[in-house]
């Protein structure tokens, strides 16, 4: 669809004609919005990305519509909070039309869907949505025999390419226009069912006429049939009445309960449907994604599989990232300081500002900046591997082992999310139906290791491990997973007894992403990172600074404020190998945004220069050359490592030949194993300050927050501990 | 250090903390959630207004 039919406006509610997306998790219905409207919202190539309903506005043709994203569901019943959030808006607000965005590919399960949509006899237009895979596998449908049988118009599209979004948005437009043209056919469910719902639909209109306002009514007289307990309770007619008549005479006739029957009786008309219109080529080929999934999702070769996605992944987000790490090292404590210098001293600045700018602001937001080119090619990949498929099977991987631990399957989702940022993640919880199951997850939820945790990971790993860094943060990332189970496990056993609810995971075919999408999710991925150096990353740079100079005029900076506190707490940490003032003081600043260890020991660990007299600063102009040859050397080191053989030795080379100021200084406060124990420290201690306002915005309570303080606090303090002295034990050094 | 000193120290110090209380405790911080619309924090918020984009 072209820019010029579509962009973006403000709502005018007189003229907007409001449309509601709906279909099955997974079918593209974010796609088909961010492609007519030109929005972002996430995609992902795995089911339940859209947790809330999302709105986008857009104009087309002079008509202003507005498109509402509701989540992906299996069924319109109430046992899931997605399914509550697509069900009352439909039910409540009513739209215009009903666009429902079915996935070509698994025709049956999105008609089931569409079934119970017709139920509501609102307006609906069917986006036959993922048509050139279907086609792809020689399958044939035919779209004018679904609109003949149901009376909805139906449009073939391929969202990802925008195929067939202006037809769409054409018929959108038609059948908003004229609903009383277009009412979709009722569908005929059995003489027995269909006479039970005029009995129950007339004694509605006798008894409670103004339910038959408020609800649609055919679809009141099936909910209550079927017992639904929402809109039982929301009616109050209960089952003592002349519902409960009519159900005992349809048990009676059937001998099943209404819900089984009017379940059956609606995959019985998707089953149908999909038999008449969707022709497929008999074929002994086993498809791809079966041949693929064979091996990926094998009982003993899956874990094995994913542990070793999840290497391949670090390793190359390493190799391809530090040489940029370098290289935006290299700016931040050469040009940048000397800009920032002169600059002040332009404007005849005070010595302390001067100092608060390059040892404050520089030395902490600077060694947290150097670190973005890791955490965008980290963002990259998970991008890439959700946008594959490849996410869905980890989760079903993992389920697999979970559940047989009593863990619910379902909750690897939300911890999956946690791998990225874990504030989003604690929000993605609510997608669980037992509030037991989320507060479990989100206690579980900081243990995996988030980006933010990664510029930790990358200085000690690249100082201590070199040529091994990658596998030892891999290592990180596997002990907080491994974490999560064994505390899960524990807590499963004690604080949240009960049931494991059955968990269904769709796999979705493997699919290559777009350059294009892979681009705009790793940047909106990977952008807070930014704003986060520019906001509260910031603000503790210079309240670092202050600590550490007052008061006034203090010589050392053990001496400082911070230094005094670090010093007081540094005890605690002694068993565990970093019982120094420095580390102690970096992990109490870490506390609101994990990245803030590293800004912190770039202000504390890194001594004031002394300018040699003679020493002739490079000019501008110099400097503009310096960081584009640089950058350039870092291209090509960068390329040269992802070819020859993953580059693992030629990165260990050069970390060896040029040494970065801050790893020196760090290898000689710590050593390799006290490295590790204090990496493990920070994988594991307590949650960053916004991810406990997401606990508290989503319990409505400090309390778990408290329960994963105090518990992180304890894990972190005893693994360290056991890494530590069981390595001197070992003789690993001290 | 002079009150000129003293008076620019303590502004910066001001607004630093209000930086981060406007961060953290005002904005609920920053996720990749909030610009893909995945993330519900702001959208408990703005669940009266009309929302485009």
Redesign the interface.
């Known amino acids: 669809m072209s820019q010029a039919a579509v962009k973006?406006?403000?709502?005018e509610?007189a003229k907007v004609l409001t449309v509601a997306v709906a279909g099955n998790p997974n079918s593209g219905k974010s796609t088909l919005i961010n492609g007519l409207a030109g929005?972002?919202?996430?995609v992902g190539n795995w089911p339940g990305?859209?947790?809330?309903k999302?709105?986008?506005?857009l104009e087309f043709q002079g008509r202003r519509v507005?498109l509402v994203d509701l989540p992906g569901t299996y069924s319109l019943s109430p046992y899931s909070e997605e399914e509550v959030i697509a069900r009352d808006y439909l039910v409540e607000a009513r739209p215009d039309v009903i666009l429902n965005v079915v996935d070509a590919t698994n025709l049956e399960r999105n008609l089931y869907l569409t079934v119970q949509m017709l139920e509501l006899g609102l307006p609906v237009v069917m986006a036959l949505n993922i048509y050139d895979e279907a086609r792809n596998k020689g399958w044939e449908i035919n779209p004018a025999l679904i609109e003949e049988t149901l009376g909805i118009k139906v449009i073939p599209t391929v969202a990802t390419k925008k195929e067939g979004l202006t037809a769409l948005m054409e018929a959108v437009l038609e059948v908003g226009d004229n609903p009383e043209a277009h009412a979709p056919r009722p569908l005929n469910y059995g003489q027995d069912l269909e006479a039970a719902v005029v009995e129950v639909d007339k004694e509605i209109r006798l008894h409670s006429p103004a339910l038959v306002e408020r609800y649609p009514a055919r679809w009141l007289a099936l909910k209550l049939l079927e017992s639904d307990p929402r809109i039982v309770e929301e009616t109050g007619l209960g089952t003592g009445s002349f519902i409960s008549r009519a159900a005992k005479h349809l048990k009676e006739a059937h001998g099943d309960d209404i819900e089984s029957l009017l379940g059956d009786a609606r995959y019985a008309q998707a089953s149908g449907l999909t038999r008449e219109v969707l022709k497929k080529k008999t074929t002994t080929k086993r498809e791809l994604t079966e041949k693929i999934d064979r091996i990926v999702l094998h009982r003993f070769l899956g874990i094995p599989i994913f542990l070793a996605a999840m290497w391949v992944m670090f390793k190359l987000t390493f190799d391809v990232s530090n040489p940029y790490a370098d290289w935006m090292n290299g700016l931040v404590t050469g040009p940048l300081k000397r800009w920032a210098e002169a600059l002040l001293g332009l404007v005849a600045a005070?010595d302390?500002?001067v100092s608060?700018a390059t040892e404050g602001v520089l030395a902490g937001v600077g060694f947290v900046i150097v670190f973005i080119p890791v955490i965008f090619a980290m963002m990259f990949f998970i991008t890439f591997l959700e946008g594959s498929g490849y996410m869905a099977r980890a989760a079903f991987v993992m389920d697999r082992a979970m559940h047989s631990m009593g863990l619910h399957g379902k909750s690897f989702i939300p911890l999956l999310l946690g791998f990225?940022?874990n504030?989003?993640a604690v929000?993605?919880t609510?997608t669980l139906e037992n509030p037991r199951d989320k507060i479990l997850t989100a206690l579980l939820i900081p243990l995996m290791s988030c980006g933010a945790r990664l510029p930790v990971y990358v200085l000690f790993a690249g100082a201590f491990f070199p040529g091994r860094a990658g596998t030892a943060i891999w290592s990180l990332y596997v002990m907080g997973i491994v974490m999560a189970v064994l505390v899960g496990i524990l807590f499963k056993k004690t604080l949240f007894k009960g049931e494991n609810p059955l968990f269904i995971m769709e796999l979705p075919p493997y699919r290559m992403p777009t350059l294009k999408s892979l681009m705009i999710?790793t940047w909106?991925?990977?952008?807070?990172f930014l704003?986060?150096a520019g906001?509260?990353i910031?603000?503790?740079s210079?309240?670092v600074w202050?600590l550490l100079n007052l008061p006034?005029g203090v010589e050392q900076k053990k001496d400082s404020y911070l230094g005094q506190a670090g010093t007081v707490i540094a005890p605690v940490f002694k068993p565990l190998g970093f019982g120094n003032w420095e580390a102690a003081s970096s992990l109490v600043t870490g506390v609101?945004a994990k990245e803030i260890v590293v800004g912190t020991m770039g202000e504390i660990y890194l001594p004031k220069e002394k300018k040699a007299e003679d020493e002739k600063p490079p000019t501008f102009l110099e400097d503009l050359q310096e960081i584009g040859v640089s950058f350039l050397s870092a291209t090509k080191q960068a390329g040269e490592n992802v070819i020859s053989s993953f580059g693992v030795a030629k990165l260990s080379a050069e970390e060896k030949e040029e040494t970065k100021p801050l790893k020196k200084v760090i290898q000689g406060a710590f050593t390799p194993l006290s490295a590790y124990a204090f990496m493990a420290f920070v994988l594991l201690y307590m949650p960053c300050?916004?991810v406990a306002?997401?606990f508290r915005?989503?319990f409505g309570t400090w309390k778990w927050f408290g329960v994963a303080f105090a518990y992180q606090m304890v894990l972190a303090w005893g693994v360290a501990l056991v890494i530590y002295q069981g390595g001197r034990l070992l003789g690993l050094g001290g | 250090m002079s009150w000129y000193d003293l008076f620019w120290a303590g502004a910066i110090i001001v607004g630093a903390i209000y930086l981060l209380y406007r961060s953290i405790w005002k904005k609920r911080g920053f996720c990749p959630g909030c610009d893909a619309h995945t993330c519900g924090s702001r959208q408990q918020k703005t669940d009266k207004g009309e929302k485009s984009w």
């Open positions: 973006l406006a403000h709502p509610p929005t972002r919202l996430q990305v859209t947790v809330e999302k709105e986008a506005t507005r005070p302390w500002t608060l990225g940022c504030v989003p929000y993605a609510r999710h909106e991925k990977g952008k807070h704003i986060k906001t509260y910031l603000a503790v210079v309240l202050f006034w609101i300050m916004i306002v997401a915005d989503e």
